[in-house]
C-alpha cells in the first residue's frame, strides 16, 4: 500500500523561507504526478504546486515566484521550496501523489499534512 511521508513544516518568520520534503513509499508501477496542497480554517483545500513525472510544473498565482516544486534526489520524492514566507501563507500543507498502480489502475493517495506557522 502506498504511503506518503511529509516532513519541514515548522515555525518561520515572515519573509522567511522553509522547505517541504514529502516521499511516496509502497507498489507504485507508474508515478503521474506529486505535489504540494494547503488548507487553511474557513477555507476549502486549496492546489499550491504540482510537478509530473515529466518534470513539468504549475503553481497557484498567489506563490509563483516565491516557491518552487522540485523532485527529490531519490525516486518518489519532492520537495517544495518557500520563499518570502507571510501569514497567508500559514495553513497545514498536504502531500499528493498521483500513480499507477498496475497497467491500468490510478490511484491518488494524499498524506497527513505538515503544520506551516508564519509569525513574528
Known amino acids: 500500500q502506498v504511503q506518503l511521508a511529509e516532513s519541514g513544516g515548522g515555525l518561520v518568520l515572515p519573509g522567511g523561507s522553509l522547505t517541504l520534503s514529502c516521499a511516496a513509499s509502497?507498489?507504485?508501477?507508474?508515478?503521474?504526478?506529486m505535489g504540494w496542497y494547503r488548507e487553511t480554517p474557513g477555507k476549502q483545500r486549496e492546489l499550491v504546486a504540482t510537478?509530473?513525472?515529466?518534470?513539468?510544473?504549475h503553481y497557484s498565482d498567489s506563490v509563483k515566484g516565491r516557491f518552487t516544486i522540485s523532485r527529490g534526489d531519490t525516486r518518489n520524492t519532492v520537495n517544495l521550496r518557500m520563499n518570502s514566507l507571510t501569514p497567508e501563507d500559514a495553513a497545514v500543507y498536504y502531500c499528493s501523489v498521483r500513480y499507477y498502480g498496475d497497467f491500468t489502475t490510478r490511484a491518488e493517495v494524499w498524506g497527513q499534512g505538515t503544520l506551516v506557522t508564519v509569525a513574528s
Open positions: 509502497g507498489s507504485i508501477f507508474r508515478l503521474i504526478a
Open positions: 510537478i509530473n513525472s515529466g518534470q513539468a510544473t
